[in-house]
C-alpha cells in the first residue's frame, strides 16, 4: 500500500521566502509524484508531476520539486514567496500499474502555506 | 474551453436520506474520478470510471457508488447518509490519450454535503 506524509500541517513564510514544503512517500513500486494547490472553495490544481525522467521538475508559479528516490522525498520549493501562494498543498503518489490506472492518487493530509506581508 | 463541472454546489441532507452528485467532465476526457475531503481524513479516493466501466475503487462501503454514461458525464450516489459523509466530494476528468502516457487529472470545485 502507499502512503504519503507531509511534514507540517501548517508552514508560515514571510513574503519573498524561501518556500520549502516536505513530502515523504512509501511505495513498493516507482511511483508517479504529484503536488497539488487548493484555493479556498475551489478544487485541486496540479502543479507539477513527475512520472518519469528527470529528476527535478519544475511547474507552474515558479515551484519546483526533486524526486530523491534514496530519501523517498518530493520536497516542493519556490526561491520566493508572493502573497498569491497562500494556499493548501497536497502531495500525492500514484502507482502507475495500480488496476490499470493511473488516477487512483493517494494524498497526504496537506499543509497550509501562510505568507506574511 | 469549458472545465470540470459539479452540481450542485452545496447540498444539505437528512442523515437517512440518499443523495446524487453529478459531474460533467471537460470535453473529450473519458476517465473520471470522485474523491471525498474532510477535514479529518483528507482526501480520499473513491472511484474511477473510463468508458462506462468502473476501473477501480476506493474502499468505501457499498453505500457510495456511481455510474458513468455514454458522454462520459458521471453521477455518484451515496444511500443511508450518515452524518460521516459531510464532506467535499471532488469530480476530476483526464484525457488518458494513451495508456501509457499519463494525462493531468482535472478537477472541479465540488459538491459540499452536509449531513444533519
Known amino acids: 500500500a502507499q502512503s504519503v506524509t507531509q511534514l507540517g500541517s501548517h508552514v508560515s513564510v514571510s513574503e519573498g521566502a524561501l518556500v520549502l514544503l516536505r513530502c515523504n512517500y512509501s511505495?513498493?513500486?516507482?511511483?508517479?509524484l504529484f503536488w497539488y494547490v487548493q484555493y479556498p472553495n475551489q478544487g485541486l490544481q496540479l502543479l507539477l508531476k513527475?512520472?518519469?525522467?528527470?529528476?527535478l521538475v519544475k511547474g507552474i508559479n515558479g515551484f519546483e520539486a526533486e524526486f530523491k528516490k534514496s530519501e523517498t522525498s518530493f520536497h516542493l520549493t519556490k526561491p520566493s514567496a508572493h502573497m498569491s501562494d497562500a494556499a493548501e498543498y497536497f502531495c500525492?503518489?500514484?502507482?502507475?500499474?495500480?488496476?490499470?490506472?493511473?488516477?487512483?492518487?493517494?494524498f497526504g493530509k496537506g499543509t497550509l502555506l501562510t505568507v506574511n506581508p | 474551453k469549458a472545465g470540470v463541472t459539479q452540481t450542485p454546489r452545496y447540498l444539505i441532507k437528512t442523515r437517512g436520506q440518499q443523495v446524487t452528485l453529478s459531474c460533467s467532465p471537460i470535453?473529450?476526457?473519458?476517465?473520471v474520478s470522485w474523491y471525498q475531503q474532510t477535514p479529518g481524513q483528507g482526501l480520499q479516493f473513491l472511484f474511477e470510471?473510463?468508458?462506462?466501466?468502473?476501473?477501480n475503487k476506493g474502499n468505501f462501503p457499498g453505500r457510495f457508488s456511481g455510474r458513468q454514461f455514454s458522454n462520459s458525464r458521471s453521477e455518484m450516489n451515496v444511500s443511508t447518509l450518515e452524518l460521516g459523509d459531510s464532506a467535499l466530494y471532488l469530480c476530476?476528468?483526464?484525457?488518458?490519450?494513451?495508456?501509457?502516457?499519463?494525462?493531468?487529472?482535472?478537477f472541479g470545485n465540488g459538491t459540499r454535503l452536509t449531513v444533519t
Open positions: 476530476a476528468s483526464s484525457l488518458e490519450a494513451s495508456r501509457t502516457i499519463w494525462s493531468p487529472l482535472h
Open positions: 470535453s473529450g476526457h473519458r476517465s
Open positions: 500525492a503518489v500514484s502507482d502507475p500499474n495500480s488496476g490499470g490506472s493511473n488516477y487512483k492518487l493517494t
Open positions: 470510471y473510463f468508458s462506462e466501466t468502473q476501473r
Open positions: 511505495s513498493s513500486v516507482p511511483p508517479y
Open positions: 513527475y512520472t518519469t525522467g528527470a529528476t
